[in-house]
């Protein structure tokens, strides 16, 4: 299989290759058998499928089609859209609906609108389409490794430093980029792999190039088998062979021959990316992982590295996919300081706190904001978001947690410096109900922020769609920022009397009464985290505000307490984004029904970290793939 000419989509997480059919079908039919259509089920799909044709086909003739049928606005024809309801390619336009109608952004203002009535039987019919869908794993994505997984692999594989790759640029986050090679990227790769291999220990090298009277294609064959993550083809093993030839051809001895086959295999489509093990049999449109490729996805989605010895000796026996196998490796993966990968992929892009790093302060309004400081607030998410996973807490405790890691820099912020010495990490007991948890952590506060202040509608976008789980429309074009009205006229007025003087604009007021009660619920904490009682006017900061459903607060610890009770939002929010994370793409139609069954299970057992990673690693679409469309 060439994979030089494929258009690659990288994400930023670790996936498998190509599946193939293979020995062991114990776990891949489990997952099959949790995915089974029961009873329960097929009546919901019935159920859907008239709720469609009542609520939603007549909204759309009558509300939408003027604009959105042969010639659409947005590129969103729903004039086809309405004929095939459970057709992935429109499910996430479906979601952008939900989004807009739910806001009333749409209709449009000086369109007919529909009624209360109405409007609640489209949204409640639309967050049904999930039960049309097809039984189906999903698009299975070969994407390169991410510069911290290449730096871990060449640690692991040849026993270097892994920040010897840190010479590749960053990733760019989002839902999927062109994941092919560009000529500097491949200049890059050969630097690292030459570098890499001349710092290589001679008892690593001893390991992977043999003695002097190894047969090379063993050679070859126990690198490749390493490196490759799987068995090496025989035609992979007759390139390797003939680069070593080229190598002695161009009169290099033995040695920096081998290395040079190395070399090779550091910059091979192979190693950059997960490969499949064998060619998918003929026919076959849904197949099972075979264990390499599970070694893989597994080791990568926790250690955000290679698979180990243990691993790879598991898939060799082909026994992994056994489900008491694959849980207890599981759990060993997540007993190991390693699994501060998870954090370091998942965790940090969930927060938000992957940009902390290089986010820009107003330096002499944030002087504090350095780079000690910045690391502590990385390492407080880090060690509370493990202790969670370690302890095997409830998905909850991100909101409710009353414990926090402190070091002396970051107590400052919190305002315990004289309680906190040193420059190590402190589990410290938390007596402000205002603290604790991700709404009152300083790092998760200034990401939200703006370099100059604090931002009501950051905030509650992001405690909406990162803690809740909720679709919040973009912004309409043109809207002029806080920074374009009339200082003179706004000089006394607090940020929260600026916003709400902002919300007069009508194109802006639908979406402001949502996020904004949130986010100023979060104000008494300025930009960088620390805790004020007036704002930078001057004025009093207002915390009160009101959640959808007439649920009322008047501070950080009431809306905390507020959120933390929505524990199937938390949950479920938090399932769909590690679900996403581990197949290494956005979820469609039939991975929600699977969310739903995933959910039934944890919520048994109080939606617990630990139960949920085991539910996501066992779970139908992380043991299948489809391989026909």
């Not at 001895?253 to 295999?265: C, E």
């Not at 916003?499 to 009464?513: D, G, M, P």
């Not at 009160?544 to 008047?554: D, M, N, Q, T």
Request: hydrophobic share 40%; charged share 25%; proline share 6%.
């Amino acid at each position: 299989m060439n994979l030089t000419n494929l258009p690659f989509r990288i994400l930023r997480r670790p996936g498998a290759a190509l599946l193939t059919l293979g020995s062991g079908l114990a776990l891949a039919l489990l997952g099959s058998a949790r995915a089974e259509v029961d009873p329960e089920l097929a009546a919901m799909q019935a159920a859907a499928q008239k709720t469609f044709q009542k609520d939603v086909t007549p909204f759309v003739a009558k509300y939408c089609v003027e604009c959105h049928a042969d010639r659409p606005k947005a590129g969103l024809n729903l004039r086809v859209a309405v004929k095939k309801p459970g057709d992935p390619a429109f499910s996430r336009k479906w979601l952008e609906c939900m989004a807009n109608v739910n806001a009333h952004d749409m209709p449009p203002e000086d369109a007919d609108q529909p009624t209360d009535e109405e409007r609640a039987r489209f949204l409640n019919a639309i967050a049904q389409i999930k039960y049309l869908s097809a039984r189906d794993p999903g698009p299975f994505v070969i994407r390169r490794l991410t510069k911290a997984e290449f730096g871990n692999t060449l640690h692991d594989l040849l026993d270097v430093p892994a920040a010897i790759a840190q010479e590749l640029p960053d990733e760019v986050p989002g839902a999927g980029y062109l994941n092919s090679l560009s000529p500097m990227q491949t200049e890059q790769y050969l630097a690292i792999a030459s570098e890499a291999i001349r710092q290589m220990p001679a008892e690593a090298q001893a390991r992977l190039l043999g003695g002097p009277k190894a047969e090379v294609r063993e050679v070859a064959r126990g690198l490749a088998r390493r490196a490759y993550r799987r068995p090496p083809t025989e035609e992979e093993l007759n390139v390797l062979v003939k680069v070593f030839e080229l190598g002695t051809a161009n009169k290099l001895h033995r040695d920096a021959a081998l290395r040079f086959m190395l070399k090779a295999v550091l910059v091979s489509p192979q190693f950059l990316f997960i490969t499949p093990a064998r060619e998918t049999p003929a026919g076959e449109k849904i197949v099972p992982l075979d264990d390499y490729q599970l070694a893989s996805r597994l080791s990568y989605l926790l250690w955000a590295t290679m698979p180990d010895e243990e691993l790879s000796r598991l898939a060799d026996e082909g026994r992994l996919r056994d489900p008491a196998v694959l849980q207890a490796q599981t759990q060993r993966l997540l007993a190991s300081p390693r699994s501060r990968a998870l954090f370091d992929g998942f965790g940090a892009q969930w927060l938000g706190l992957d940009k902390l790093a290089t986010k820009t302060f107003d330096e002499k309004k944030f002087p504090q904001m350095t780079a000690e400081l910045r690391q502590a607030m990385y390492d407080e998410a880090r060690l509370f978001f493990e202790s969670i996973v370690r302890e095997n807490r409830s998905v909850v405790s991100f909101v409710n947690g009353d414990y926090t890691y402190l070091n002396s820099t970051l107590a400052k912020i919190y305002g315990l410096e004289k309680k906190i010495t040193g420059s190590d990490m402190q589990k410290v007991k938390l007596t402000d109900a205002n603290r604790g948890g991700i709404l009152g952590m300083p790092g998760v506060l200034a990401t939200t922020s703006f370099a100059t202040r604090t931002s009501a509608v950051n905030r509650g976008v992001w405690v909406l769609e990162q803690v809740l789980g909720e679709h919040v429309p973009p912004a309409p074009p043109n809207v002029p920022a806080l920074e374009k009205q009339d200082q003179q006229k706004v000089a006394t007025l607090t940020l929260r009397q600026r916003t709400e003087l902002h919300r007069t604009n009508a194109v802006c007021a639908n979406c402001h009464k949502i996020l904004d009660p949130i986010g100023f619920g979060l104000e008494n904490f300025d930009a960088i985290g620390r805790w004020r009682d007036q704002d930078e006017s001057g004025g009093p900061i207002d915390a009160a505000g009101e959640l959808p459903g007439g649920k009322r607060f008047s501070s950080p610890k009431e809306l905390k307490s507020l959120i933390a009770a929505r524990e199937t939002d938390l949950a479920r929010n938090l399932t769909e984004k590690l679900l996403a994370y581990a197949l290494c793409r956005q979820l469609d139609g039939y991975d929600h029904i699977i969310v739903d069954q995933m959910m039934k299970r944890t919520a048994a057992d109080g939606h617990r970290m630990q139960t949920l990673i085991r539910e996501i690693v066992t779970s139908y679409p992380f043991l299948n793939r489809r391989v026909q469309d």
